[in-house]
């Protein structure tokens, strides 16, 4: 049985979507483009909900424990996480959470309100379909995914916020971003890579490239895992733990190809602007790295890092698709697809229940 908090997360979302997109007001942007800018009393409502829900979860998601009872460093302990590039985004987070009482909600409300607040900004200012944007955000799993890895979400909301850097080639602005999320989770410095190939025009050579790319990593875990335990600064053993080589769930992996077929089949291939073509390529990036980790559920982790700008490239991706009617069509069919996706991974992967702890003080 699925929560009847979920059901009405999601009926905010779609109501107050609705409205925020219903009565967007048009923008002219600096380079020239205009952007429906959604009312942002409505906007704001909904994030105040779901920063709320997500911060006063209890005992949901299976690293609740683990953060709710994580210990605060002294002060001289943070400082020195910080100047070691060892996560101390975090170390300080914990410490401020703390200084407000020995309550472990504080952490998970301080979390999702840094975590929530960086993904719903982010797809206000850049989403040309906002509602659909914020429906997508639920559907695909990254709101309630954040319920777990909380420390890599938090990075990966940092990497979301700063994406559009890479688009407008500014590499030290983008880094400083990466840099943010690297001091909540040292994985994120993997996110440089992006920059040197979101940029290029996409192609049929470099989606093979991609696939080529993707088989090879597949079947390269060792290695993969090197690169982990240098990262992170600790040995990893593939075959310590079962999580590392346990396999993704196959409607994972499918569910991340549905906007490459809708380009395939659906869009037009020339006359691209600039942010479309880097859009097509984020949704190539973030499928073949799906398809690159599907036999590790520990390396399939990187989808939370490329996963959050696909809700942005999918209001692009309806913008190509040459007759209106075709377009509300693949929305509609969309829309249904994730529906029921949310439904499977709340039901089967999660428990789909939900509770609440209101004792903050």
């Given at each position: 049985?699925?929560?009847?908090?979920?059901?009405?997360?999601?009926?905010?979302?779609?109501?107050?979507?609705?409205?925020?997109?219903?009565?967007?007001?048009?923008?002219?942007?600096?380079?020239?483009?205009?952007?429906?800018?959604?009312?942002?009393?409505?906007?704001?409502?909904?994030?105040?909900?779901?920063?709320?829900?997500?911060?006063?979860?209890?005992?949901?998601?299976?690293?609740?424990?683990?953060?709710?009872?994580w210990p605060?460093?002294?002060?001289?302990?943070?400082?020195?996480?910080?100047?070691?590039?060892?996560?101390?985004?975090?170390?300080?987070?914990?410490?401020?959470?703390?200084?407000?009482?020995?309550?472990?909600q504080?952490?998970?409300?301080?979390?999702?309100?840094?975590?929530?607040?960086?993904?719903?900004?982010?797809?206000y200012?850049?989403?040309?379909?906002?509602?659909?944007?914020?429906?997508?955000?639920?559907?695909?799993?990254?709101?309630?995914g954040?319920?777990?890895?909380?420390?890599?979400?938090?990075?990966?909301?940092?990497?979301?916020?700063?994406?559009?850097?890479?688009?407008?080639?500014?590499?030290?602005?983008?880094?400083?971003?990466?840099?943010?999320?690297?001091?909540?989770?040292?994985?994120?410095?993997?996110?440089?890579?992006?920059?040197?190939?979101?940029?290029?025009?996409?192609?049929?050579?470099?989606?093979?490239?991609?696939?080529?790319?993707?088989?090879?990593?597949?079947?390269?875990?060792?290695?993969?895992?090197?690169?982990?335990s240098?990262?992170?600064?600790?040995?990893?053993?593939?075959n310590?733990?079962?999580?590392?080589?346990?396999?993704?769930?196959?409607?994972r992996?499918?569910?991340?190809?549905?906007?490459?077929?809708?380009?395939?089949?659906?869009?037009?291939?020339?006359?691209?602007?600039?942010?479309?073509?880097?859009?097509?390529?984020?949704?190539?990036?973030?499928?073949?790295?799906?398809?690159?980790?599907?036999?590790?559920?520990?390396?399939?982790?990187?989808?939370?890092?490329?996963?959050?700008?696909?809700?942005?490239?999918?209001?692009?991706?309806?913008?190509?698709?040459?007759?209106?009617?075709?377009?509300?069509?693949?929305?509609?069919?969309?829309?249904?697809?994730?529906?029921?996706?949310?439904?499977?991974?709340?039901?089967?992967?999660?428990?789909?229940?939900?509770?609440?702890?209101?004792?903050?003080?």
């Amino acid at each position: 049985m699925i929560s009847p908090v979920y059901w009405s997360v999601l009926a905010a979302t779609a109501i107050l979507g609705n409205i925020a997109e219903t009565e967007a007001t048009p923008v002219k942007r600096p380079d020239g483009t205009i952007w429906k800018k959604p009312n942002p009393s409505p906007a704001k409502a909904l994030t105040v909900v779901l920063i709320l829900v997500a911060g006063l979860r209890y005992y949901v998601g299976t690293d609740f424990l683990a953060y709710y009872e994580w210990p605060a460093l002294p002060w001289t302990g943070v400082f020195r996480s910080i100047l070691e590039l060892k996560e101390g985004g975090f170390a300080l987070l914990v410490k401020i959470s703390r200084s407000f009482g020995d309550k472990g909600q504080h952490l998970i409300l301080s979390s999702a309100f840094i975590t929530v607040l960086l993904y719903c900004r982010t797809i206000y200012k850049h989403s040309d379909s906002y509602m659909f944007s914020m429906l997508l955000y639920l559907l695909m799993g990254e709101w309630q995914g954040s319920f777990n890895a909380i420390r890599q979400y938090l990075g990966a909301a940092f990497i979301f916020s700063g994406h559009r850097y890479i688009l407008e080639r500014n590499f030290r602005k983008y880094c400083l971003f990466v840099f943010l999320a690297m001091m909540f989770h040292k994985t994120a410095v993997v996110m440089v890579i992006p920059y040197f190939l979101l940029s290029r025009k996409p192609s049929h050579g470099q989606l093979a490239l991609l696939a080529i790319g993707a088989i090879i990593l597949r079947f390269s875990y060792g290695f993969l895992f090197d690169v982990v335990s240098e990262i992170k600064g600790e040995e990893m053993d593939m075959n310590a733990d079962e999580y590392y080589t346990h396999n993704v769930n196959i409607l994972r992996i499918l569910v991340s190809f549905i906007p490459v077929f809708i380009y395939l089949l659906q869009c037009k291939k020339t006359d691209h602007t600039k942010e479309q073509d880097f859009y097509i390529n984020v949704i190539f990036f973030h499928s073949f790295c799906m398809l690159a980790t599907m036999g590790s559920a520990y390396l399939a982790r990187i989808g939370s890092y490329t996963n959050a700008a696909v809700t942005i490239a999918y209001g692009v991706l309806f913008q190509m698709v040459p007759n209106d009617n075709n377009s509300r069509t693949t929305k509609y069919l969309v829309t249904g697809m994730y529906f029921f996706y949310w439904l499977y991974s709340l039901r089967v992967l999660n428990d789909g229940l939900f509770r609440f702890n209101f004792k903050l003080f």
